[in-house]
C-alpha cells in the first residue's frame, strides 16, 4: 500500500523514509543491512604487482575492485566466481596471456566486458585483442587520461581504444 501521509512537523521533527532499492547481480547486504549503489565491479589482471597498485589506487575511487590478479588462469577463475562487470586485463601475462584468458571468456559465455591494458602500441595487437570480443584497448602510458573513460565506455556497451602510434613504414 502506497500513500501520502500529510501531518504538520515542526523543526527537530524525525521521520524515516524507507525506499526499496533494487538488487544487481542478488548482492546481498553488507553487515550493516546497506546495497552497494550500483557501483561498477572491476577485476584486474596484470603480473607485475606495480601495475596492480596502480590501477587499483586509480579506480578504487570511483569502481568496485573485487580483485587483482597476476596471470590469465587466475582472471579466469575470479571472473567465473566474482563475475565483474568489467575486467582490466593485461595482454603479455604468463600462465595464459591476455588474448587466450578473453577468449576462453567469451567461449563461456560471460557477460563480463573486457578492457585491454597493455604497453602494446601497435594497431595489429589492437585488433587481435578486440577480435576476442573486447570493447576497450587501452595503452599503459595513458592510465591517467584513458583508463576511467574506458572502463565507463566499455561498461555502457561502448568500445574505447586508446589513441595508436601510426604503423611505422619500413624502408
Request: charged share 30%.
Amino acid at each position: 500500500m502506497c500513500g501520502l501521509i500529510r501531518a504538520p512537523l515542526s523543526v527537530g521533527d524525525r521521520f524515516l523514509v524507507t525506499v526499496p532499492l533494487p538488487r544487481r547481480g542478488g548482492r546481498q547486504p553488507d553487515d550493516d543491512g546497506r546495497l552497494e549503489l550500483d557501483r561498477i565491479r572491476v577485476l584486474l589482471a596484470d603480473d607485475h604487482e606495480e601495475m596492480l597498485d596502480r590501477v587499483a589506487k586509480l579506480l578504487g575511487t570511483d569502481y568496485d575492485v573485487v580483485d587483482t590478479v597476476r596471470d590469465g588462469r587466475q582472471a579466469l577463475e575470479a571472473a567465473r566466481k566474482l563475475k565483474p562487470d568489467v575486467l582490466v586485463l593485461d595482454i603479455s601475462m604468463p600462465v595464459i596471456n591476455g588474448i587466450e584468458t578473453a577468449h576462453q571468456l567469451k567461449q563461456a559465455g560471460s557477460k563480463t566486458r573486457v578492457i585491454f591494458l597493455t604497453v602494446h602500441d601497435d594497431p595489429d595487437y589492437a585488433r587481435e585483442a578486440l577480435e576476442t570480443g573486447a570493447l576497450g584497448y587501452v595503452i599503459k602510458s595513458r592510465i591517467a587520461s584513458d583508463l576511467v573513460a574506458a572502463v565507463n565506455e566499455v561498461h555502457a556497451g561502448r568500445s574505447f581504444v586508446s589513441p595508436l602510434s601510426p604503423p611505422q613504414a619500413i624502408s
